[in-house]
């Protein structure tokens, strides 16, 4: 038996044995703080994809973009595009921010092209710059997020490609979100597009949507403004080819 | 279960404490740089035929 504790009136209490516990309150606190455990894991998962990979994916993808920007003898001229993940055009959007760039890829497996390059284009759809519809996908959370922002595309916005030997300006037309199934949005005459005709050259982004919980796509279309050998003026500072 | 791991940790307190934290660390190192990678590479996966 332990020593006594005092009462402030001089009182001797004697602590004896607690009553021994059952099985039953056992298996609960195990369980319970089983729960707890997988509770906080989850919560850290979360924070570890939306935010430390997010970040570190999408500054490796960048480093990359950056690397192509130097040297644009690096790309795979679109005539030449043949193999998943041959990289042929660089991407920037104003509106993702002054250094915002992604490389687009063939291809728009996870591995090796969203996860790892950024940007992923749907190998039945036409290439930058063709009549038809030149189809991209990107991640919206997570492996560098390329398109987190493809809710804030706007009236007025452009997306800049720069491949090999030419550059493509293309003007925002209509953000639309479908179900994951709806491929139509990828024809080469789109499927949702109001004012879409044959002839049309269309650059279609798709990404999932909401973010992280990923049920439905986020569909962006734009459309062909001009293409050009020369370094659109509001590009220069991202270099000529 | 915590507070049986705590009983079996030795030394007074701030050992304890200190035992703890690093158990804690090592935890969320082996969450961070093995478990979570691998959380993403194997369980979320893409689904083929749909918009990406």
Redesign the interface.
């Known amino acids: 038996m332990n020593a006594p504790d005092l009462l402030p009136d001089g009182t001797k209490v004697y602590w004896g044995e607690l009553p021994a516990r059952t099985r039953l309150s056992k298996t609960l606190?195990?369980l319970g703080?089983?729960l707890l455990t997988f509770g906080v894991?989850i919560g850290?998962?979360v924070g570890?994809?939306a935010i430390?990979?997010d970040n570190q994916v999408g500054e490796v993808q960048t480093v990359l973009a950056k690397v192509y920007e130097a040297e644009p003898s690096k790309f795979v001229a679109i005539a030449d595009v043949d193999e998943l993940a041959d990289i042929f055009a660089q991407m920037y959007v104003p509106r993702f921010g002054e250094n915002w760039t992604r490389l687009v890829a063939e291809g728009?497996?996870?591995h090796p092209v969203?996860n790892e390059i950024g940007v992923?284009h749907y190998r039945n759809t036409e290439m930058p710059g063709e009549v038809g519809n030149f189809a991209v996908?990107g991640h919206r959370g997570?492996f560098g997020g390329a398109f987190k922002q493809i809710h804030e595309l706007r009236d007025g916005d452009r997306v800049y490609l720069k491949t090999r030997d030419m550059w493509f300006v293309y003007k925002y037309m209509q953000t639309k979100i479908?179900e994951?199934?709806?491929?139509g949005?990828?024809n080469s005459l789109p499927e949702g597009l109001e004012g879409a005709s044959i002839g049309g050259r269309y650059m279609t982004l798709?990404?999932?949507t909401p973010i992280f919980v990923n049920t439905q796509?986020i569909?962006v279309w734009l459309e062909l403004e001009y293409q050009s050998v020369m370094t659109p003026p509001e590009m220069v500072s991202h270099g000529g080819n | 279960?915590?507070?049986w791991l705590w009983r079996k940790l030795p030394g007074p307190w701030p050992v304890k404490l200190l035992v703890t934290l690093m158990l804690v660390s090592g935890f969320?190192a082996f969450?961070?740089y093995i478990f979570?990678?691998w959380?993403?590479a194997n369980v979320f996966?893409?689904?083929e035929?749909?918009?990406?």
């Open positions: 606190e195990i703080e089983t894991v850290l998962f570890y994809k430390l990979q728009t497996r996870w969203l992923g996908a997570g479908v994951p199934t709806a491929t949005v990828l798709t990404s999932c796509r569909i | 279960m915590y507070s969320l969450c961070y979570f990678p959380l993403d996966i893409e689904q035929n749909n918009l990406q």
